[in-house]
């Protein structure tokens, strides 16, 4: 639970959670469900996410190493996909911690296979394929020689492989070439199937986990299911995208709260917070939040969002400061300690989304999300009896 001394806090609804992951894997079974837990589960506090939704999933996604060694830290045993690039020195780690390798070149191929000869130990490792990101992976037109090479590494485990979708999102973009709209991912995933080919030509088994759907792609794309599924912004209740088809019914798990810790009438034109951004024309009464910006209240959001403050939207005014920004109440009246919410539905079904929040500060609800700062404690909370 949330500090007493902090009246900012993130409460975050487990058992939605667990909810949103039922929804997914009714839609893609029989493949598996991989749930991304990068960037502090998009915000949500992995200490708390992880392991209660370890008995409901078969895999958990990172994107970096220290995010799969602090899971095994606090006790998580399913298996852990590390996404992201890693340095041939860094190895080592995986076997030590028992994490699984995104193997994106030959470097690193053989520094996996010559870190898992030396320990004595087989490695786990998926081997990524860039079918159109150009961000990390070997290139589909070369993919080739690196499986042919991944063969003849008898200390690895290949037990995966996969590539990632540019645009599994939205239609055609307008402003862009046909080819480089929703079309591109399934041009991405023909560049992937040919890449399975590889196996079938030679009459091997491909590796078991071929994986390639993200969020959004569980949502448009049936045919990339395969073996396995990777959600990551849709477990937590969001929608990828305003354009996506909502095939999967999910809720947020979130809602981000504080209180009203002053509240004072503003007379006509005293200006509200620094740089005078904002004058009332009238007598109002304006309420202080303690959250700012860097609780990941975005500045650049001054005089945009509303809030809900006891149930009813309100407007925020003047400059969001660092620790604290202020809001509109008009005639309306507030105490101290009375509820507002940033974001996430009030009682009264009022409700602010991630979506709103990345409009007003001109992002997406990812950053968002994971732009909330460490210092906000997060509330766990469960609504249902399942452990």
Request: charged share 20%; net charge negative.
């Amino acid at each position: 639970m949330p500090t007493p001394l902090r009246p900012t806090h993130l409460e975050v609804n487990l058992s939605q959670l667990r909810r949103n992951v039922e929804a997914i894997r009714a839609k893609v079974s029989p493949a598996k469900v991989l749930v991304m837990l990068k960037a502090n589960a998009y915000g949500h506090g992995i200490d708390g996410v992880a392991p209660y939704i370890e008995p409901f999933i078969d895999a958990i996604g990172v994107a970096v190493l220290d995010e799969g060694i602090h899971l095994r830290e606090i006790g998580i045993t399913k298996p852990i996909l590390v996404a992201g690039g890693t340095l041939p020195e860094h190895v080592s780690y995986y076997l030590e911690y028992d994490l699984t390798l995104t193997v994106s070149s030959l470097a690193v191929l053989d520094a996996a296979e010559s870190a898992a000869l030396a320990a004595g130990k087989s490695l786990k490792v998926h081997l990524k394929i860039d079918t159109g990101m150009e961000r990390a992976g070997v290139r589909w037109y070369e993919a080739e020689p690196f499986l042919e090479h991944s063969l003849r590494c008898p200390h690895l485990d290949i037990e995966g492989i996969y590539t990632h979708f540019a645009n599994s999102e939205t239609l055609e973009p307008p402003e862009m070439p046909k080819k480089y709209g929703f079309s591109y991912a399934s041009t991405q995933l023909e560049r992937f199937n040919e890449v399975l080919r590889f196996y079938e030509k030679r009459g091997l088994p491909r590796p078991r986990l071929v994986h390639t759907a993200n969020s959004a792609a569980i949502l448009n794309l049936p045919e990339s299911y395969f073996d396995m599924v990777r959600p990551g912004v849709m477990f937590y209740g969001i929608y990828p995208d305003p354009e996506v088809l909502h095939t999967v019914a999910i809720s947020p798990a979130a809602t981000w709260k504080s209180q009203v810790v002053y509240s004072k009438i503003t007379q006509p034109g005293n200006p509200v917070s620094y740089s005078s951004l904002w004058v009332s024309d009238k007598v109002i009464r304006t309420v202080t939040v303690p959250c700012g910006y860097a609780d990941g209240y975005f500045r650049r959001m001054t005089n945009l969002p509303k809030v809900l403050v006891n149930g009813r939207k309100y407007q925020q005014v003047g400059r969001i400061c660092m620790d604290q920004f202020m809001v509109n109440l008009e005639a309306d009246h507030a105490e101290l300690g009375d509820e507002v919410i940033l974001l996430g539905k009030a009682a009264s079904g009022e409700q602010i989304s991630a979506e709103d929040l990345a409009g007003w500060a001109g992002t997406n609800p990812y950053e968002v999300m994971t732009n909330i700062a460490a210092r906000v404690p997060r509330a766990f909370i469960r609504d249902d009896n399942n452990a």
